[in-house]
């Protein structure tokens, strides 16, 4: 299959859908994206079963930014709508033949179950949920 161009316009749609969406983070004036995209390229028509996405960074800044992308290449994994896996730096073949097995391995019930319980530990507390201060600890 071949790659597809994420925009801000589809990069949701894509990626929120059931099973794998690689996304190739790249600018046409970086030398290791320009060397990657072959890579990338021979994996995608080897995964058909797999959507693979390139962002251009330069004309795609707001998708940049919303993913904190601060060096490119980045590679990251979506299944079924989580980001499961991103890291910048150009991955050989292997590497990234190894990481689409990894992601495909993943038991998705599970990584659903660490989602809840780190958005669960990280939400804000509602007001007057807080424990009163123990009785006397403010009359110094």
Same mark, same amino acid.
């Given at each position: 299959?071949?790659?597809? *161009?994420? +925009?801000?316009?589809?990069?949701? #749609?894509?990626?929120?859908?059931?099973?794998?969406?690689? @996304? &190739?983070f790249? !600018?046409?004036?970086?030398?290791?994206?320009?060397?990657? *995209?072959? +890579?990338?390229?021979?994996?995608? #028509?080897k995964?058909?079963?797999?959507?693979?996405?390139? @962002? &251009?960074?330069? !004309?795609?800044?707001?998708?940049?930014?919303?993913?904190?992308?601060?060096?490119?290449p980045?590679i990251?994994?979506?299944?079924?709508?989580?980001v499961?896996?991103?890291?910048p730096?150009?991955?050989?073949?292997?590497?990234?033949?190894?990481l689409?097995?990894?992601?495909?391995?993943?038991d998705?019930?599970?990584?659903r179950?660490?989602?809840?319980?780190?958005?669960?530990?990280?939400?804000?507390?509602?007001?007057?949920?807080?424990?009163?201060?123990?009785?006397?600890?403010?009359a110094?």
């Amino acid at each position: 299959m071949a790659t597809v *161009a994420l +925009t801000t316009a589809n990069f949701d #749609e894509v990626t929120s859908s059931d099973g794998i969406v690689l @996304v &190739d983070f790249w !600018a046409s004036w970086c030398g290791p994206c320009v060397r990657f *995209a072959p +890579t990338y390229e021979r994996s995608s #028509e080897k995964h058909p079963e797999i959507t693979f996405g390139k @962002v &251009d960074t330069e !004309a795609e800044q707001a998708l940049a930014a919303k993913f904190d992308i601060r060096s490119i290449p980045t590679i990251m994994a979506v299944r079924d709508g989580i980001v499961v896996f991103a890291q910048p730096g150009a991955l050989p073949e292997s590497a990234l033949e190894s990481l689409i097995e990894k992601v495909e391995q993943l038991d998705m019930d599970e990584v659903r179950e660490q989602v809840a319980a780190h958005k669960k530990a990280h939400e804000p507390k509602a007001a007057g949920t807080e424990k009163p201060a123990a009785a006397g600890a403010a009359a110094n």
